[in-house]
């Protein structure tokens, strides 16, 4: 899903970088105000777990792969959208700066969907559904569609620039993302959960807890 130089327009990736320094400037708000020493060691493993799962890549057509993310278990775990937007943000530079898995100049369009789009789709999913289904249902649904939904994003990116069929970019990364979600992305984040609440309940935020309202 990481998008490399040279295959957006620029002034695509000016708008992209535009929209996501608008979301990790107040990620960073959050982390001035939220982040305490409980929260910090767990940021820093939520880090490493997501760059470990996310070197994990299936080849899908044109050039493109897929894997999985994290985001909505970041979200979750730390009680807020902009806890992911942080994380992958950061684990984003690492990846394209010293590895160069995906772009500098697209790194932009890279923290859109899978920063942003991921974690928000992944922490108001959750919420909404965990006192109607439960905890391990509920994450396990936020982890499936935050991938899915976060790889048609990407999908309509590369579209946008005239580099992806729209038609077959959604079906074939819709498709893959689709079973990606259910083995790996939903199924881990369903697990993560459960066994960090059986273990130590308290590094997980109580806004993620089942009978506590939705709140950013």
């Given amino acids: 899903m990481h998008i490399g130089d040279g295959l957006i327009p620029l002034g695509q990736t000016i708008i992209y970088w535009l929209i996501a320094l608008v979301f990790i400037v107040k990620s960073l708000e959050w982390a001035r105000k939220d982040l305490d020493e409980m929260k910090v060691p767990m940021l820093a493993a939520l880090a490493a777990g997501?760059?470990?799962?996310?070197?994990?890549?299936?080849?899908?057509?044109?050039?493109?792969?897929?894997?999985?993310?994290?985001?909505?278990?970041?979200?979750?775990?730390?009680?807020?959208?902009?806890?992911?937007?942080?994380?992958?943000?950061l684990v984003l530079v690492v990846q394209g700066v010293v590895f160069a898995d995906g772009g500098i100049t697209a790194m932009g369009a890279n923290i859109v969907n899978m920063g942003v789009v991921g974690g928000f789709i992944g922490f108001y999913s959750y919420n909404t559904l965990k006192n109607s289904i439960g905890m391990t249902a509920a994450s396990f649904a936020a982890g499936w569609l935050s991938?899915?939904?976060?790889?048609?994003?990407?999908?309509?990116?590369?579209?946008?620039?005239?580099?992806?069929?729209?038609?077959?970019?959604?079906?074939?990364m819709g498709l893959y993302h689709a079973v990606i979600g259910v083995v790996g992305e939903g199924a881990i984040t369903a697990i993560a959960l459960n066994r960090i609440m059986a273990v130590r309940p308290d590094v997980v935020s109580e806004r993620s807890v089942p009978g506590v309202g939705v709140a950013a």
């Fill in 50 to 89: 997501i760059f470990a799962i996310q070197a994990m890549n299936i080849p899908i057509p044109w050039g493109t792969s897929g894997h999985m993310m994290g985001a909505a278990l970041a979200a979750i775990i730390l009680g807020s959208p902009f806890a992911a937007v942080l994380l992958l943000t």
């Fill in 147 to 172: 991938i899915v939904i976060a790889a048609l994003v990407c999908t309509v990116q590369m579209s946008l620039a005239g580099i992806f069929p729209l038609r077959e970019g959604l079906l074939f």
